[in-house]
């Protein structure tokens, strides 16, 4: 197996390999940091780079396979990014803003000492947008993360860094966020698998429930296996969260190798009331619905309620973020100044009425699961944008385009349910495609039994963009 192999091969397989010893985790980390070395600098898919402490990490786990070998956790030796929005001690947490490139954190958060329980190697921090705002990873005061099946186009974001070093082989998987599609958009843009999990599948903590539960951690990867495996290894509950979940039985990850039975299954190209999505992501869906047809599953089309009123509800809650933040508003940029602001003038009790509506519309969301399993629909109402593309606009100019845009995804943030994202193909200017399926509140088994045999009837992950045999 040559080097750029290697770097494609999938998460569960390189632990395979090194439980085997037929590859050290000193070699894969020295592969993969190679391999940001020379491609990083025109990807910008890491903010931060931590060769010292990964290589270090390595060779220490590299002379543990000499000893205690049966005790091993999972992905021992694997390596992994997290995203900049997420701590890890010794490292600095940017949250997209430059003037935070020398705050260090102290401590690992929660879901950060799950992945090292795990057995995984950080590789670094990966770029998102700023203050994790935006769909497209272009912070102020840092290279903008760039696609890697084309560079003039965004990765998205929210989570854009963390896509596009999973797609160019720069990690084998990630650790991303979704509080409107910031899994599912990167995951969609760049050819990949993206959970976003039910609300209290994975803990926040240290921190508590600061958007009502919209936004939460989640897997990005090249297969659904690995990105399931790695869902098992987020989830769970830490003491003091505010919600959570059981454990799934089976697991995740086996359940990406059971079957799913014969699901009902709806699906849907329009979201009321901002319109039906472009041609290229309808197809994907007609094609996709067409397949699990032909799966044996019974499939029909839907429509989803009138989402107009959710959206100045949601917007309200996901701005609020904002005036949280503990910075300057000079060191924000023109668009996070303006949302600042807005944010500001709403008093708290808009702010609690935007909640309990947001919780009534999502009722009447989940209603529409109650005769369905599974709602298959696009990621994005069309496919991504070049990077710096909407950088001259008026802020709510901006805020308009970006809520049309992520307009399928924000909904199952509001309801808490959970989705995923595959990849089906191309456009015509060879950019990837893909779909979204939603399940029922906590039914990720189901979606990834589903997801599972829908890569096994139209396989992906073997998929390289240009730039990752650039060697």
């Given at each position: 197996m040559n080097a750029t192999d290697l770097a494609f091969t999938p998460a569960l397989e390189q632990a395979r390999l090194i439980r085997q010893k037929e590859v050290s985790p000193l070699e894969l980390v020295e592969l993969y940091l190679e391999r940001i070395e020379r491609l990083n600098g025109t990807l910008g898919s890491y903010i931060t780079i931590a060769a010292e402490s990964a290589i270090a990490e390595a060779k220490a786990k590299t002379e543990q396979l000499n000893d205690d070998f049966d005790s091993i956790p999972p992905f021992f030796g694997v390596p992994i990014s997290i995203k900049d929005l997420n701590s890890v001690a010794g490292m600095p947490c940017t949250f997209g803003l430059s003037v935070l490139k020398k705050r260090i954190a102290p401590e690992?958060?929660?879901?950060?000492?799950?992945?090292?329980?795990?057995?995984f190697i950080i590789l670094g921090k990966t770029t998102t947008s700023e203050m994790g705002m935006f769909p497209y990873s272009e912070p102020p005061g840092f290279p903008p993360a760039r696609n890697p099946w084309n560079l003039?186009?965004?990765?998205?974001?929210?989570?854009?860094?963390?896509?596009?070093?999973?797609?160019?082989?720069?990690?084998?998987?990630?650790?991303?966020?979704?509080?409107?599609?910031?899994?599912?958009g990167p995951a969609f843009c760049c050819g990949l698998v993206g959970i976003k999990p039910s609300r209290g599948r994975i803990s926040m903590a240290p921190f508590g429930d600061r958007l009502n539960g919209i936004a939460t951690n989640g897997p990005l990867g090249r297969t659904v296996a690995d990105t399931a495996a790695l869902l098992d290894v987020m989830s769970g509950y830490i003491t003091g969260d505010p919600y959570w979940l059981p454990d799934p039985d089976p697991s995740f990850q086996a359940m990406a190798g059971i079957p799913p039975g014969q699901l009902r299954i709806a699906f849907v190209n329009a979201i009321p009331p901002l319109g039906?999505?472009?041609?290229?992501?309808?197809?994907?869906?007609?094609?996709?619905a067409h397949l699990l047809e032909s799966l044996g599953h019974v499939?029909?089309?839907?429509?989803?309620?009138?989402?107009?009123?959710?959206?100045?509800?949601?917007?309200?809650?996901?701005?609020?973020?904002?005036?949280?933040?503990?910075?300057p508003e000079f060191v924000l940029g023109r668009t996070c100044r303006w949302l600042r602001t807005r944010a500001r003038f709403a008093s708290c009790g808009k702010y609690l009425r935007s909640v309990a509506q947001m919780q009534v519309i999502s009722r009447h969301i989940v209603e529409r699961f109650n005769n369905i399993d599974v709602m298959l629909m696009p990621v994005y109402m069309h496919p991504t944008i070049r990077v710096g593309e909407w950088a001259?606009?008026?802020?709510?100019?901006?805020?308009?385009?970006?809520?049309?845009?992520?307009?399928?995804?924000?909904?199952?943030?509001?309801?808490?349910?959970p989705a995923i994202a595959l990849p089906t193909g191309f456009?015509?200017?060879?950019?990837?495609?893909?779909?979204?399926?939603?399940?029922?509140?906590?039914?990720?088994?189901?979606?990834?039994?589903?997801?599972?045999?829908?890569?096994?009837?139209?396989?992906?992950?073997?998929?390289?963009?240009?730039?990752?045999?650039?060697?």
């Open positions: 690992d958060d929660g879901l950060v000492s799950r992945i090292r329980k795990a057995g003039d186009y965004t990765p998205w974001g929210s989570s854009g860094g963390a896509a596009a070093a999973v797609a160019a082989g720069l990690c084998p998987v990630a650790q991303g966020s979704d509080g409107g599609g910031s899994i599912r039906e999505a472009e041609s290229t992501c309808q197809k994907a869906v007609l094609d996709t499939v029909e089309s839907a429509e989803l309620p009138d989402l107009g009123d959710l959206i100045e509800p949601f917007t309200i809650i996901w701005q609020s973020i904002l005036d949280e933040a503990r910075v001259g606009l008026r802020p709510a100019k901006t805020l308009q385009k970006i809520i049309h845009w992520i307009a399928p995804c924000p909904p199952f943030n509001a309801t808490g349910q456009t015509p200017n060879n950019l990837p495609l893909g779909v979204q399926l939603v399940g029922r509140p906590a039914s990720e088994s189901t979606l990834i039994a589903l997801a599972a045999q829908i890569e096994a009837a139209k396989p992906w992950h073997h998929q390289r963009p240009p730039i990752a045999d650039d060697d």
